[in-house]
């Protein structure tokens, strides 16, 4: 949008300026945001010249897809395919650090962006939930961090890496080193990357073991 970040302290929001900030994020502003792992940029997830955006801001190739945070299961409902094994993962460690890759629905299908499976996360941190439940299109996002470059907890770096380049930065403090498990439900179940929450506790949930990947 404009070459100027607004930067506001996560905690410090008023009602007012989430409202504006919903309203602009959804119209295809790009922020940066403190989720429960790491910091995380996104946009709308309908708008598409703005996701480009974020490829290019952080020089990431296209062909890896982005996630879907909403700001609860029911809304989460809405974009994908719950199995009765994703519902048992989804009211175990959601809100948390697991993203589950899950079958479309009817309204999920045009965010695959031409993958087979739509990753979704429900997070904790208090502040982006209150965003996320008040936004009607769910937040595109991904880590908030170059490509190939380590993925970012800390303000200073936050500020450093993406004043002037996104249009809002909430800072919300020093953040977990650990991103989120991932784990593709589309057919078998797979582990993409093990991280806050453990293989064991997803097996123990799921009710058989995961391949990993």
Request: hydrophobic share 40%; proline share 8%.
């Amino acid at each position: 949008m404009t070459g100027k970040t607004h930067i506001f302290n996560a905690a410090e929001i008023t009602p007012e300026i989430l409202a504006q900030a919903v309203h602009e994020i959804e119209a295809g502003a790009v922020a940066v945001v403190p989720t429960d792992t790491v910091y995380g940029i996104g946009t709308g997830a309908f708008c598409e010249a703005s996701i480009e955006r974020i490829y290019k801001i952080k020089e990431r190739p296209a062909t890896s897809p982005l996630q879907i945070l909403t700001g609860s299961l029911e809304q989460a409902r809405k974009t994908a395919t719950f199995t009765p094994g994703a519902e048992r993962l989804a009211q175990a460690f959601w809100p948390g650090g697991l993203t589950m890759i899950l079958p479309p629905s009817e309204k999920g299908r045009a965010l695959t962006r031409g993958f087979a499976g739509l990753g979704l996360r429900v997070p904790g941190n208090p502040f982006l939930v209150s965003l996320l439940k008040a936004m009607e299109p769910p937040l595109a996002c991904t880590s908030a961090n170059l490509h190939g470059q380590p993925v970012l907890t800390d303000e200073a770096e936050v500020l450093k890496t993406f004043d002037g380049k996104v249009d809002f930065i909430f800072l919300g403090g020093s953040l977990s080193p650990t991103a989120s498990s991932v784990a593709d439900l589309t057919a078998e179940p797979i582990l993409l990357r093990e991280g806050s929450v453990p293989r064991a506790e997803l097996e123990r949930v799921w009710g058989g073991s995961f391949r990993v990947k």
